[in-house]
């Protein structure tokens, strides 16, 4: 990928993020209180800044699928399915996340550039091609379809949960695919990789140089996520989740280079 179109995809991806947080904090304001004036207005700033996003990644066509699903978030259905105007601000909030969500995964997983897909239709994932064990690939490709369901319906822990199982996966992959003996240059423990705790497998992929320093930002109830009885004493947050979501995504794009 050229490096210029590398540096505008991460400008994007950060952008994004902004936004994403900027709708959670409205949302849990709208859903306190949906009459607070001052949420409202900062929701149609919000919801103005989303706009232009959306069209830019849509390369300016209302018939891209994240363009259509930007405008579909502003509607509700009738019983009988069709569309009439009429969303609640929160609903429209929650919706406007989703495709925000849906324009991160696709920057992350496509070589395409700020323009998220050519095509008016989703784009066929293809997220883990660079995992080296073939079978591994549907598994996990599964694994993080089902993370971000979890995390759609609510669900944090589980989503949580399957986002660090991903990570540790994909990580241990890379590490067996160097060999024990290009790890024990760095001071990897001397059992196989699949004995070493989750924690061992992060510190010695960024020793080696495998992954950056993005697992930093890794919650400490996900450090732990293996631990059945210290978690089940913790509450999993939303935050908690995206955090854990965003780091499998940024690792992804370290075993990726060429993503």
């Not at 947080?21 to 859903?31: D, P, S, T, V, Y």
């Not at 209302?62 to 502003?74: I, N, P, Q, T, Y």
């Not at 379809?145 to 949580?160: K, M, N, P, V």
Request: charged fraction near 25%; glycine fraction near 8%.
């Amino acid at each position: 990928m050229d490096e210029s179109l590398r540096a505008q995809i991460e400008t994007y991806l950060s952008h994004l993020d902004g936004l994403i947080r900027r709708g959670c904090q409205l949302r849990g304001i709208l859903a306190a209180d949906p009459s607070d004036k001052s949420a409202i207005a900062a929701t149609r700033a919000w919801q103005e800044d989303c706009g232009v996003t959306i069209n830019q990644l849509s390369g300016g066509s209302k018939a891209h699928w994240l363009a259509r699903s930007f405008s579909e978030a502003f509607l509700m259905r009738s019983e009988g399915g069709c569309a009439v105007e009429g969303a609640s601000p929160v609903d429209i909030v929650k919706r406007l996340l989703d495709v925000l969500e849906q324009a991160v995964a696709s920057l992350s997983q496509k070589d395409e550039g700020p323009v998220v897909s050519a095509s008016s239709d989703a784009p066929t994932p293809h997220r883990f091609d660079f995992v080296h064990n073939p079978a591994l690939r549907p598994v996990v490709e599964q694994a993080y379809t089902d993370s971000r369901h979890a995390f759609e319906q609510g669900e944090y822990e589980l989503a949580l949960r399957t986002s660090c199982g991903i990570l540790e996966a994909i990580v241990t992959d890379a590490l067996e695919h160097k060999g024990m003996s290009a790890l024990a240059v760095v001071g990897g423990p001397a059992e196989k990789v699949a004995d070493w705790s989750f924690e061992t497998r992060l510190a010695v992929a960024e020793n080696k140089g495998i992954i950056r320093g993005g697992c930093a930002r890794l919650p400490a109830v996900a450090r732990m996520y293996r631990d059945d009885g210290e978690s089940d004493a913790t509450t999993v947050s939303e935050r908690d989740a995206r955090l854990a979501g965003q780091v499998l995504r940024v690792v992804m794009r370290d075993l990726d280079p060429g993503r």
